[in-house]
């Protein structure tokens, strides 16, 4: 077997070095904590992301529908030059509210916090119910 073609094995693990004592002693109280946190947020999180998503559903579907409205109106033997502007502008605001309107990432914050948790319990190699 080639040198490239061998697997290393991962170091084996070692404690984390001592750390201050009244964090070593809180640690876990601010682990469970940030828990208990979770455990409230992460529903509410959950409930707000289904209106979300259909804001944003709808929101796309009006985006879509004044495109066409504006291509259609492209091809009109007279066009409407003030009708054509209002509703450039008002695409424009719809599309920058679509591109500032990220659900994943106003609902991230749940993911974001667990995966914390996880670093922290890694980093310190101590495991809190969570």
Known sequence: MSKTAQ????PPSTPPPSINAKFQSRLPQII???CKGLAVIEPAVQD???PLRE???????EISKVKLELERAAWDS???QTKVAADKAWLAK???LQKDFDVVRMTSSVTFIR???????DTFDMRVAC
Do not use: G, N
Request: proline fraction near 3%; charged fraction near 25%; avoid cysteine.
């Open 7 to 10: 697997k290393t094995a991962p």
């Open 32 to 34: 469970e904590e940030i």
């Open 115 to 121: 995966t914390a948790v996880a670093r922290m319990q």
């Open 48 to 50: 707000v992301s289904i």
């Open 94 to 96: 719809m599309e920058q």
């Open 55 to 61: 804001f944003q559903d709808y929101l796309t579907f």
């Open 78 to 80: 007279k066009v409407d």
